[in-house]
């Protein structure tokens, strides 16, 4: 099993632009979701999805969309990137309920020049 | 006031050391409970969960005091491998189950 992957690793965008994050699982979770992560905030979560087709927003949803149209993959779209959304973003899924470790991906460092 | 609060540390210890990290949370619903560890530049990934009754893992140990909301992680016996950034992370019931709420983290650097 490859767990959680994300492309790029890597990303340096100018204000304006806009792009897609991937991320994909071979594990068969329901439960996928993104979060950045910043110094000194912690790792925040933006959205996330409980099956194919369900997507809701997270703590900090703005300037960000999802879809869910397999179990597979979650892509993250930045719709008019800002330099506020420089962070590394992680993907992560799990099996649904309260006890379920999360796997994360190795993150997309982005930057917003 | 944060959901979930940690030890800002850093803390600095040489080998061999015992350590221990607090963490506490303002949600009295929280239902799970887990510390994660982040190396330098790289995912988090699951260390222990933590259970009512407390558990052990080798050198770890990770303790819940549900009247006190509050965790704690204990390391005995510090190895230099142990050096990263250890998150406290709840996971509350009702809304999304899969949701997870981390602190901020407490770095620990383990020195030779």
């Known amino acids: 099993n490859a767990g959680v992957t994300q492309t790029p690793k890597f990303q340096v965008l100018k204000t304006g632009q806009s792009m897609t994050l991937q991320c994909a699982q071979d594990m068969n979770h329901e439960y996928m979701s993104w979060y950045r992560q910043d110094p000194g905030m912690g790792l925040r979560l933006i959205h996330y999805?409980?099956?194919?087709?369900?997507?809701d927003q997270g703590e900090v949803p703005n300037g960000y969309n999802v879809s869910r149209s397999t179990t597979e993959d979650f892509p993250l779209r930045l719709l008019s990137a800002a330099p506020s959304q420089t962070s590394v973003y992680f993907c992560?899924?799990?099996?649904?309920?309260?006890?379920?470790?999360?796997?994360f991906g190795p993150g997309t460092r982005l930057t917003v020049t | 006031r944060k959901e979930v609060e940690q030890d800002p540390g850093p803390f600095n210890v040489p080998e061999g050391a015992t350590v221990a990290f607090n963490c506490t949370y303002s949600n009295s619903a929280s239902q799970s409970f887990f510390w994660y560890r982040q190396d330098c530049r790289k995912e988090p990934k699951l260390l222990m969960s933590?259970?009512?009754s407390g558990n052990e893992d080798g050198r770890f140990t990770a303790q819940l005091n549900r009247a006190s909301q509050y965790i704690s992680l204990l390391i005995r016996d510090s190895k230099l491998s142990d050096s990263a950034t250890y998150l406290c992370?709840?996971?509350?019931?009702?809304?999304?189950?899969?949701?997870?709420?981390f602190g901020k983290g407490t770095k620990l650097s383990v020195k030779p």
């Open positions: 992560a899924s799990s099996y649904l309920g309260n006890s379920y470790e999360q796997y």
């Open positions: 933590v259970y009512s």
């Open positions: 992370v709840v996971k509350n019931y009702g809304g999304s189950q899969g949701n997870l709420i």
């Open positions: 999805s409980v099956g194919a087709g369900i997507t």
